[in-house]
């Protein structure tokens, strides 16, 4: 329920959308990479591209829930002060 909350919010951005949109037609159309007429191939690769996508999205969904860091906490530390320059190693 919180997924479908996700690709329907405007914060969600269009990607997930478009992937999801793309997956569900890759499904119902019949021009597939392996045709729906062999038996069992041919319904792997549908679902295939059914389970990437639900995987991508979910994965965006996962992404956008994490607190973000702010810029101080994600830049690496030289272990420099203020205007020093970082010492290097030899």
Known sequence: MALWRFVR???????????????????????DLVPDVLPL?????????????????NRAFRRSKEPTASREDAAPSSGAGPGESPARSI
């Open 41 to 57: 191939a041919g319904w792997l690769d549908d679902l295939g591209v059914i389970a990437f996508a639900l995987a991508w999205v």
């Open 9 to 31: 919010s405007r914060e969600s951005g269009v990607s997930p959308k478009v992937l999801l949109l793309l997956a569900l037609l890759y499904l119902v159309f019949p021009t």
